[in-house]
């Protein structure tokens, strides 16, 4: 079967619906959600980045997906996609990835491409690895019940902690953020932008982003989050996150890791929320440590695939 994708800069409402429709079919055939928070973000709202849109149709039905992100100079192009559970090995799959691989050869000499497979399914694998990607970081989800037992946070060394307060914690927010993050690949190169573009989410709800503060200097925070409640396009009992915990570097060794999340899943469980998730990367001894202490197991995993530079 001869498949073809299409490309665009830019969609229409009506495709936006029809592939957020496609990603949640998949996500219930699959058990996990085929595109990113960031990603949706971008579908919803726009924005000024340049993104590649490659569609696949069938009787004009939207079946396949695949948004090619080419923002990043640092780290090269990075792109996901789905095909619909029932239009699967047709080669639909394989002739997105190869579509993703010409829109990401034009934007960087190397030919680097990343690839983004949510769930560790087989089925991404034996695509990726078909064609020439190899595995190249894993990231676990983890989860636990609210209805544990959550310990009171342990706050030393004259920590305090206060909720968000929008128009005046940004900077200092974005400060601690990049430092806590120094390592991360993609968190700590936050700007502005990216957390004014979470703080106009209908989910985003100051009194559940934590900070603390040490003789009034920022030393670490606990942003969380809750999903499924406000906007209406979840399809699932309501849950919470660790959204983003740091702690500066500073202020390690304090115990603030650890009381900083008690006090996250004790604000959520003050929400009437059973249950609690949050991501965190396979490589990641320390963090993947502090959330087994506080109770957390493994639920499901994503994988980066990469593409051998030429
Ligand atoms: C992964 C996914 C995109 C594959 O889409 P698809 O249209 O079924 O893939 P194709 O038909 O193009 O398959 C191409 C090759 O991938 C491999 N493959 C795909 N699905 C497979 C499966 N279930 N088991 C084993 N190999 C599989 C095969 O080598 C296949 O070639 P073949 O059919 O000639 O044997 C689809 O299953 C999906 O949307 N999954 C959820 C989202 C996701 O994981 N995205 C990340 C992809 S890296």
Same mark, same amino acid.
């Given at each position: 079967?001869?498949?073809?994708?299409?490309?665009?800069?830019?969609?229409?409402?009506?495709?936006?619906?029809?592939?957020?429709?496609?990603?949640?079919?998949?996500?219930?055939?699959?058990?996990?959600?085929?595109?990113?928070?960031?990603?949706?973000?971008?579908?919803?709202?726009?924005? $000024?980045? #340049? =993104?590649?849109? @490659? %569609? *696949?149709?069938?009787?004009?039905?939207?079946? /396949?997906?695949?948004?090619?992100? +080419?923002?990043?100079?640092? $780290?090269? #192009? =990075?792109?996901? @996609? %789905? *095909?619909?559970?029932?239009?699967?090995?047709? /080669?639909?799959?394989?002739?997105? +990835?190869?579509?993703?691989?010409?829109?990401?050869?034009?934007?960087?000499?190397?030919?680097?491409?990343?690839?983004?497979?949510?769930?560790?399914?087989?089925?991404?694998?034996?695509?990726?690895?078909?064609?020439?990607?190899?595995?190249?970081?894993?990231?676990?989800?983890?989860?636990?019940?609210?209805?544990?037992?959550?310990?009171?946070?342990?706050?030393?060394?004259?920590?305090?902690?206060?909720?968000?307060?929008?128009?005046?914690?940004?900077?200092?927010?974005?400060?601690?953020?990049?430092?806590?993050?120094?390592?991360?690949?993609?968190?700590?190169?936050?700007?502005?932008?990216?957390?004014?573009?979470?703080?106009?989410?209908?989910?985003?709800?100051?009194?559940?982003?934590?900070?603390?503060?040490?003789?009034?200097?920022?030393?670490?925070?606990?942003?969380?989050?809750?999903?499924?409640?406000?906007?209406?396009?979840?399809?699932?009992?309501?849950?919470?996150?660790?959204?983003?915990?740091?702690?500066?570097?500073?202020?390690?060794?304090?115990?603030?890791?650890?009381?900083?999340?008690?006090?996250?899943?004790?604000?959520?469980?003050?929400?009437?929320?059973?249950?609690?998730?949050?991501?965190?990367?396979?490589?990641?001894?320390?963090?993947?440590?502090?959330?087994?202490?506080?109770?957390?197991?493994?639920?499901?995993?994503?994988?980066?695939?990469?593409?051998?530079?030429?």
């Amino acid at each position: 079967m001869i498949v073809t994708a299409e490309r665009f800069d830019r969609l229409t409402p009506a495709e936006v619906q029809s592939i957020l429709e496609l990603a949640g079919a998949a996500s219930d055939t699959d058990g996990a959600f085929p595109l990113s928070e960031h990603v949706v973000l971008h579908l919803r709202h726009g924005g $000024d980045e #340049p =993104s590649v849109h @490659l %569609v *696949v149709r069938d009787d004009g039905q939207l079946v /396949g997906y695949a948004h090619v992100d +080419v923002t990043d100079p640092v $780290d090269g #192009p =990075s792109a996901e @996609l %789905v *095909v619909h559970p029932q239009h699967r090995r047709h /080669g639909l799959g394989r002739s997105l +990835v190869k579509a993703a691989v010409q829109v990401a050869t034009e934007a960087d000499p190397a030919g680097r491409l990343r690839l983004w497979a949510h769930g560790d399914h087989p089925s991404a694998s034996a695509l990726a690895l078909g064609l020439g990607f190899s595995r190249s970081r894993v990231l676990w989800q983890m989860r636990r019940s609210l209805f544990a037992d959550v310990p009171e946070p342990v706050l030393k060394d004259g920590v305090t902690l206060r909720p968000f307060v929008p128009g005046q914690d940004e900077e200092a927010w974005l400060r601690v953020n990049s430092r806590a993050f120094k390592d991360h690949p993609e968190q700590g190169k936050w700007e502005l932008r990216d957390l004014l573009l979470r703080m106009k989410e209908p989910w985003f709800d100051p009194q559940g982003f934590l900070l603390a503060e040490r003789a009034s200097e920022l030393v670490g925070f606990h942003w969380t989050k809750v999903h499924g409640t406000l906007d209406g396009e979840h399809h699932h009992d309501p849950i919470g996150e660790v959204y983003v915990l740091g702690v500066d570097p500073s202020a390690h060794g304090l115990g603030l890791g650890k009381a900083l999340t008690a006090a996250g899943l004790r604000y959520l469980r003050s929400r009437c929320l059973d249950q609690v998730m949050l991501y965190v990367d396979e490589s990641n001894v320390a963090a993947r440590s502090l959330y087994t202490s506080m109770g957390f197991s493994r639920w499901s995993t994503d994988v980066l695939f990469v593409r051998a530079q030429y």
